[in-house]
């Protein structure tokens, strides 16, 4: 089953914040995040692994919910660089070892203008 | 370094055509994935090599798609009597080990006429 992402599209002024959420019907073993540009290849953002962590670097984090099957993604004081697609992909667990084989979300279109 | 390779960047095709799209992974990665992406949508995945072997091929959508990775490394993704349908962003990830992250290639855009 495909994750549900929300919202579907932000539109934000530089240095505001954002949320976007990714939730599973199903139980969660890992959450991937990748950002993808216009005609771009997806560029990976972070992995959270089944234990509730939260992850950040510089002023993206992302927190992992296995209670909830949720995760979310904060983007902080938004730069005109974060302007993209957000994916986010459940990870498959195979014999208790995860691998890259992910079911995306639909995405969310984030666009940061100056 | 290198990142993962694709090539051609654009294929377009006649309906029932034989084509051939070609992933060189960064080096050193064993593990290797085929994800298909469609306009407006997150990519979809079709198959997981590590090392020469097909690991998990459950995303295929049928048997005109098959892939190979014969040493390791370049993998090739060859569709049979391509349809319309098949019309899509075909793109090649690499990862260290099956659990690290996974790095894309700019993919092949095919587009079956």
């Known amino acids: 089953q495909q994750p549900v992402q929300s919202p579907q599209a932000v539109i934000l002024r530089e240095g505001e914040d954002a949320v976007i959420n990714c939730s599973s019907s199903?139980?969660?073993?890992?959450v991937h995040w990748y950002r993808q540009k216009h005609g771009e290849a997806p560029v990976f953002l972070m992995i959270?692994?089944?234990?509730?962590e939260q992850k950040g670097h510089d002023k993206i984090s992302a927190s992992f919910n296995e209670k909830k099957q949720q995760s979310s993604l904060y983007l902080t004081a938004s730069q005109l660089s974060y302007s993209g697609t957000y994916f986010c992909?459940?990870?498959?667990?195979?014999?208790?070892?995860?691998?890259?084989?992910?079911?995306f979300g639909q995405g969310t279109i984030l666009t940061v203008h100056p | 370094g290198a990142g993962v390779s694709q090539t051609p960047s654009n294929k377009v095709t006649e309906k029932g055509k034989y084509v051939e799209l070609r992933c060189d992974p960064i080096?050193?990665?064993?593990?290797l994935y085929w994800y298909r992406q469609s306009l407006g949508q997150g990519p979809e995945f079709l198959i997981y090599?590590?090392?020469?072997?097909?690991?998990?091929d459950s995303g295929l959508p049928n048997d005109r798609f098959f892939a190979v990775r014969p040493e390791g490394s370049v993998s090739t993704l060859k569709i049979q009597r391509t349809e319309r349908g098949d019309s899509a962003v075909y793109l090649c990830?690499?990862?260290?080990?099956?659990?690290?992250?996974?790095?894309f290639g700019n993919g092949t855009r095919l587009t079956v006429t």
């Open positions: 992909g459940t990870g498959a667990n195979a014999g208790g070892t995860s691998y890259g084989k992910l079911t």
């Open positions: 090599f590590q090392g020469t072997g097909a690991a998990d």
């Open positions: 959270l692994l089944k234990g509730g």
């Open positions: 080096s050193g990665h064993t593990a």
């Open positions: 990830a690499s990862s260290l080990t099956g659990e690290s992250p996974l790095h």
């Open positions: 199903k139980a969660l073993y890992s």
